[in-house]
T-cell receptor, first 109, second 114 residues
Framework: GQNIDQPTEMTATEGAIVQINCTYQ??????LFWYQQHAGEAPTFLSY??LDGLEEKGRFSSFLSRSKGYSYLLLKELQMKDSASYLC??????????WGAGTKLIIKP | EAQVTQNPRYLITVTGKKLTVTCSQN?????MSWYRQDPGLGLRQIYY???????DKGDVPEGYKVSRKEKRNFPLILESPSPNQTSLYFC?????????????FGPGTRLTVL
């Protein structure tokens, strides 16, 4: 079967750095997405990786290792507004998105 | 403004009373999809549509119907709602067909079936 694993919840301090991991086992791979979802709101796109390596976009970076079936989202200089759920999703061989359950990130002052 | 709209945003209904949740996008997207989101389970796809008049089942299609008569609209129909369909529903759209295929989500519809 297809599976995406993320930690259920993480806590970090304002101004710090946090890394949210995602491991996947899917039938084929056509890219990995990270979305941010604030409570009660719609998910919004953060990043996309299809090749191995690090993609940096401001305070957020995303890393991919296809051989290990592994990705992480790195958030730097954490702000209170970063408190949200972070969803990892993989596009499989049929170009369908398989979603993880999401990681709830709690930022403390 | 490019957006996906859903209506209603909130709905409380009773078991067995047919309902429709509308979804519309103004970005000329080929691909549209419906998800439900439940605590601890993440987003689960109900149905999707690659183009007009083309729809396919997702992971949890039981109890739902969809139609795609026009490119911009993709309504979700619950013929006989049951309490286990109480959930947060999202419609999403994208251009489709490419690798970098960012999904745009509607604001969500919170449905309660009593």
């Amino acid at each position: 079967g297809q599976n995406i694993d993320q930690p259920t919840e993480m806590t970090a301090t304002e101004g710090a750095i946090v890394q949210i991991n995602c491991t996947y086992q899917t039938s084929g791979f056509n890219g990995l997405f990270w979305y941010q979802q604030h409570a009660g709101e719609a998910p919004t796109f953060l990043s996309y990786n299809v090749l191995d390596g690090l993609e940096e976009k401001g305070r957020f970076s995303s890393f991919l290792s296809r051989s290990k079936g592994y990705s992480y989202l790195l958030l730097k200089e954490l702000q209170m507004k970063d408190s949200a759920s972070y969803l990892c999703a993989v596009k499989d061989s049929n170009y369908q998105l398989i979603w993880g359950a999401g990681t709830k990130l709690i930022i403390k002052p | 403004e490019a957006q996906v709209t859903q209506n209603p945003r909130y709905l409380i209904t009773v078991t067995g009373k047919k309902l429709t949740v509308t979804c519309s996008q103004n970005m000329n997207h080929e691909y549209m999809s419906w998800y439900r989101q439940d605590p601890g389970l993440g987003l689960r796809q109900i149905y999707y549509s690659m183009n007009v008049e083309v729809t396919d089942k997702g992971d949890v299609p039981e109890g739902y119907k969809v139609s795609r008569k026009e490119k911009r609209n993709f309504p979700l129909i619950l013929e006989s709602p049951s309490p286990n369909q109480t959930s947060l529903y999202f419609c999403a759209s994208s251009f489709g067909g490419s690798l970098v295929d960012t999904q745009y989500f509607g604001p969500g519809t919170r449905l309660t079936v009593l």
